[in-house]
């Protein structure tokens, strides 16, 4: 079993700075592929950063450039360092492993921009 832990949401004022982190615990099978997606309220979740199993890194359009992704594999912990903030980045975040065909889920870290 394998348990995604999230930490680092908060409030921040728009142009502020966050950084979230996510810390996998269980049986961690390698290569896999591990990021960042996010939920607005009343809007579908989306994919806002990630590696892929073979370590490359992947932005979607509205964050590139701002959010950078990273990784310490000997904590099995990835980040998400979030800059520029504007208020449409108001979403709840969620880390994402996909290891062995499966989709592992944190249960999120509520991130809210205020203008």
């Known amino acids: 079993q394998v348990q995604l832990v999230e930490s680092g949401g908060g409030l921040v004022q728009a142009g502020g700075s966050l950084r979230l982190s996510c810390a996998a615990f269980?049986?961690?099978?390698?290569?896999?592929?591990m990021g960042w997606y996010r939920q607005a309220p009343g809007k579908q979740r989306e994919f806002v950063a990630g590696?892929?199993?073979?370590?490359?890194?992947n932005y979607a359009d509205s964050v590139t450039g701002r959010f950078t992704i990273s990784r310490d594999n000997a904590k099995n912990t990835v980040y998400l360092q979030m800059n520029s903030l504007k208020p449409e980045d108001t979403a709840v975040y969620y880390c994402?492993?996909?290891?062995?065909?499966?989709?592992?889920w944190g249960k999120g870290t509520l991130v809210t921009v205020s203008s």
């Open positions: 994402n492993r996909y290891m062995n065909g499966i989709d592992y």
């Open positions: 269980g049986k961690i099978f390698s290569p896999n592929a």
């Open positions: 590696f892929s199993s073979g370590g490359s890194e």
